[in-house]
């Protein structure tokens, strides 16, 4: 499992999953803001996996030293 979510992604998957999680646990919205969840997840652990599937990576090309 490479990782496929670069930094500013994986810090908006963040901020956006857990917003939506706080949002539903303190009832200012309907229980589908546990979908916050996945983004929060996938921004934790770095990997999405529609991202493999779709053949995508906010990675960004690895610097090459010579």
Aim: proline letters at 5%; charged letters at 10%.
């Amino acid at each position: 499992m490479n990782a496929n979510v670069g930094k500013l992604d994986r810090t908006l998957r963040i901020a956006v999953g857990s917003g939506l999680v706080a949002a539903t646990a303190l009832h200012l919205a309907g229980p589908w803001g546990w979908i916050g969840l996945v983004p929060l997840a996938t921004g934790l652990f770095g990997f999405c996996p529609a991202y493999t599937v779709l053949g995508l990576n906010s990675c960004g090309a690895a610097r090459r030293r010579g």
